[in-house]
């Protein structure tokens, strides 16, 4: 029994050197190279265990591998024996737990940690931590996007650890975070030794549509495009180039967003101080055409000072234009100064001005009365449109058509294009309006008629047609018409049909419409007023001489 005992208790002993002496499988054990052959090293790991590494396990991305007979190294034990007899080890292994090891405590306390790209992947770049690989994305890289990485490959320097999972094996990187830590430390000492209303010297590097970002020395300041210059600056490529050293005059710092805006033009003299001295009001002068817009153009006078042309002040005649169709950009012109405002730095300006008005120099070579002829523009409902000198239009007014009949009826007459002569009757140049008139070409005929025809006066006319209300007469080319009740002193003789076209008649003028342009004609006024005369001439019904031996006295004493 007691021997059974001390038999149990040598293989107890036995088992626990073994344990002991062992090394187990799946973890990092101590080795010494024995031999170096056929690229791999030949490590003895102990209890007569040896196994094979490949030398480049033991070198760095890039590297040649630094080992030599006689080295101490760890390995990783995968298994103690395997077909041949030897052991499965693995240097990189060993590596990779000792590197876990390592960067989690580094990510634990948010340590940076030394590595090295060394290859491109679908996203990003492999990083080799020193035994672990890491995955760097590409927007983790730099700042600003890289288009070229070569230069960063097999190249040692600190990331960032983001995010880590050893049972996956993933760890994520940044060398950006790294960059922008570096960038903010250098962009607060920059933005400490700056002031406000400060001049110094910056490098362009970046331009832009609405500006350039300028290096001051680590820290980038932005230069507005409207700070580059007194004068309108259309993109800054203008003036600027990316390289290029300037001076610039520190206009803001933002403490809290470590934002800088710069300005150019505040280092030179502003124009506007001398603007009203320079350019009094209705002074011409001559400007470029820099930019046009539906309503106006801007004009430069001279760098960094500029006034508007409004579009109602840019034609006399063109009023329902876009102003693109009277200048153009670059065109050099002539204004006048209208009105200036120097606390909102705007001039305003007139193009119109520097020529004389239309309306004044047609009332000057044609006043009333004159004849002109132009061509037919339009056509409305109230009259003509005529062309005349200088691209003014005068109007004919439906009244002004013809002497006879309505306007309306012969407006239908003329067409767009027809060349028609009329007489002027009114020019209003404040309102710009001129006033033609197509029947005072040949004369009012019946202001020539009536010439020398009064009220009272006895007149001969020819009956040009019988109608049931009176008949239609014509005196010298003039019509008139006497009403039924106007054909004679006698009731039974007032009617249309005693008479005959053809026949001539003395008649009465009982009045003078200039205004309608008819003669009131009346043969029974004619009557009344030959028998007044008689009875004046010849005797009263009074003193007994009856009104037939008065006619008859006074028909003998005309025979």
């Known amino acids: 029994m007691a021997q059974n005992i001390s038999m149990e208790e040598f293989e107890a002993l036995l ?92 990510y634990a306390d948010e340590e940076r940690v030394d590595g090295a790209i060394f290859g491109r992947v679908k996203g990003g770049f492999t990083v080799d931590l020193g035994g672990a690989v890491a995955f760097l994305p590409g927007s983790q890289v730099d700042v600003r996007p ?99 050293t300037i001076k610039v005059q520190v206009i803001k710092i933002n403490k809290e967003t470590h934002r800088i805006s710069l300005g150019m033009k505040q280092l030179q003299d502003d124009p506007w101080d001398a603007v009203a001295a320079k350019y009094p009001l209705d002074s011409v002068h001559k400007g470029r055409v820099t930019n046009i817009t539906d309503y106006g153009a801007f004009v430069e006078l001279e760098a960094g000072v500029e006034g508007l042309v409004h579009v109602s002040e840019m034609s006399w005649t063109k009023k329902n234009v876009h102003p693109g169709k009277i200048v153009s950009t670059s065109q050099e012109v002539e204004v006048m100064v209208l009105e200036i405002d120097g606390s909102k730095r705007r001039v305003s300006l007139g193009l119109k001005q520097t020529m004389r008005n239309p309306w004044e120099v047609f ?16 056509i409305t409902e109230f009259g003509l449109f005529i062309g005349l000198d200088n691209e003014i239009d005068g109007m004919v007014h439906l009244s002004d058509l013809t002497w006879e009949g309505r306007g309306e009826d012969v407006i239908g007459d003329y067409h767009k294009g027809e060349m028609v002569q009329a007489v002027v009757t009114e020019v209003d140049i404040e309102k710009e309006r001129i006033s033609l008139s197509v029947k005072a070409l040949g004369g009012d005929p019946f202001a020539e008629v009536a010439d020398g025809v009064k009220r009272g006066s006895i007149i001969t006319v020819e009956v040009t047609a019988i109608e049931e209300g009176g008949v239609e007469v014509d005196y010298e080319g003039m019509k008139s018409f006497i009403r039924r009740s106007d054909l004679s002193r006698d009731r039974a003789e007032q009617r249309p049909e005693r008479f005959q076209v053809g026949d001539k008649l003395d008649v009465r003028v009982t009045n003078v419409d200039a205004k309608t342009r008819r003669l009131g004609l009346s043969i029974k006024a004619r009557e009344i007023a030959e028998e007044k005369e008689a009875v004046e001439q010849y005797g009263s019904s009074d003193s007994g001489a009856s009104l037939g031996d008065i006619l008859g006295a006074a028909l003998k004493s005309d025979d």
Do not use: C
């Open 15 to 106: 088992q626990e050197s073994f344990e002991i002496d062992t090394p187990e499988e799946g973890s990092v054990v101590k080795g010494k190279v024995i031999a170096i052959e056929a690229g791999q090293a030949i490590i003895d790991v102990g209890y007569k265990m040896e196994g094979r590494v490949d030398l480049k396990e033991f070198a760095n991305p890039g590297e040649e591998a630094e080992i030599a007979v006689g080295d101490t190294v760890e390995v990783f034990l995968r298994a103690a024996e395997n077909a041949r007899g030897e052991a499965v080890i693995s240097r990189e292994m060993a590596r990779r737990e000792e590197a876990w090891d390592r960067l989690e405590k580094a």
């Open 146 to 244: 890289v288009r070229d990485a070569g230069p960063l490959m097999g190249l040692k320097q600190p990331f960032q650890i983001l995010k880590m999972d050893r049972r996956r094996g993933n760890i994520v990187v940044s060398r950006r975070a790294i960059l922008e830590e570096s960038r903010a430390e250098q962009r607060a000492e920059v933005i400490g030794n700056l002031t406000e209303g400060q001049a110094v010297d910056g490098v362009v590097k970046n331009i832009t549509e609405y500006g350039a970002f300028v290096d001051l020395g680590g820290v980038d300041g932005l230069l507005h495009v409207t700070d580059m210059a007194w004068r309108r600056v259309n993109h800054p490529s203008e003036i600027l180039t990316i390289g290029e």
């Open 363 to 378: 009332a000057e070579n044609n006043p009333v009365g004159t004849e002109v002829e132009g061509e037919v523009k339009n």
